[in-house]
């Protein structure tokens, strides 16, 4: 899908693509790798609102402790109002877990309970 002229996510053509896939996976890594680009708090706030039905959010924040817009801000307030979003952090490599990478992944019960289902 295109990025808008300032590489951010067009929330309003993903929304369109999944109303007429009748649903899916939107993916955002908020702020981007390796633009840099964000997808502002009122797009991601617009996108939730009007997300298809059927169709999960995801959103990757593994760098969003490196962004410094007030217009980005973390998703996790969607999950905790039980929206169909998913907020995944992927932090660096932690030398106390023997370098290996850890991640956390956030989403409504109903989200991990339908994830359980699926084979990795």
Not at 63 to 87: C, M, W
């Given at each position: 899908?295109p990025?808008?002229?300032?590489y951010?996510?067009?929330?309003?053509?993903?929304?369109?693509?999944a109303?007429?896939a009748h649903?899916g996976?939107?993916h955002?890594?908020?702020?981007?790798?390796p633009?840099?680009s964000?997808?502002?708090?009122a797009?991601?706030?617009w996108?939730?609102?009007?997300?298809?039905s059927?169709?999960?959010?995801?959103?990757?924040?593994?760098?969003i402790?490196?962004?410094?817009?007030?217009?980005?801000?973390?998703?996790l307030p969607?999950?905790?109002?039980?929206?169909?979003v998913?907020?995944a952090r992927?932090?660096v490599?932690?030398?106390?877990?023997?370098?290996?990478?850890?991640g956390?992944?956030?989403c409504?019960?109903?989200?991990?309970?339908?994830d359980?289902a699926?084979?990795?």
């Amino acid at each position: 899908m295109p990025l808008l002229p300032d590489y951010s996510a067009d929330v309003r053509k993903l929304a369109e693509a999944a109303d007429r896939a009748h649903g899916g996976l939107i993916h955002i890594c908020n702020p981007n790798n390796p633009t840099s680009s964000i997808t502002k708090k009122a797009g991601i706030s617009w996108l939730v609102q009007n997300l298809p039905s059927h169709t999960v959010l995801l959103i990757d924040e593994a760098y969003i402790h490196f962004g410094e817009s007030e217009d980005l801000e973390t998703a996790l307030p969607y999950v905790r109002q039980g929206k169909n979003v998913v907020v995944a952090r992927t932090p660096v490599e932690d030398l106390r877990n023997g370098g290996r990478p850890r991640g956390i992944r956030v989403c409504p019960a109903r989200t991990h309970r339908a994830d359980a289902a699926i084979p990795t």
